[in-house]
């Protein structure tokens, strides 16, 4: 379900996005939505920290041994954060 009403903000923003298109891309009916959620806005704080938290996990920075490269891996770690911070997804998300 939460994926579904991510993708219904993104494609339709915050604004145009209805517990109906949500009930619909998650394949339940309104009444089941209604029954978890109070409203719109309650679906949108519940799902979009977790969307967000969850491409900081998946691009989680490598493991740092004693014989790796400082530089390399912070590095790499700075290439992961911009690469987050600058997904249209992310950004879409972050203006909503």
Do not use: Q
Request: no cysteine; hydrophobic share 45%.
């Amino acid at each position: 379900m939460r994926d579904a009403a991510v993708a219904t903000f993104l494609e339709h923003g915050y604004d145009r996005a209805t517990m109906e298109m949500i009930a619909e891309a998650a394949g339940i009916t309104k009444r089941t939505l209604y029954a978890r959620y109070a409203d719109k806005r309650a679906v949108f704080l519940d799902v979009i920290p977790r969307a967000l938290s969850r491409s900081v996990e998946r691009d989680a920075a490598p493991a740092i041994g004693d014989d790796d490269d400082i530089e390399a891996a912070l590095l790499a770690i700075g290439h992961g954060a911009l690469k987050r911070a600058l997904d249209p997804d992310t950004v879409r998300l972050h203006r909503m």
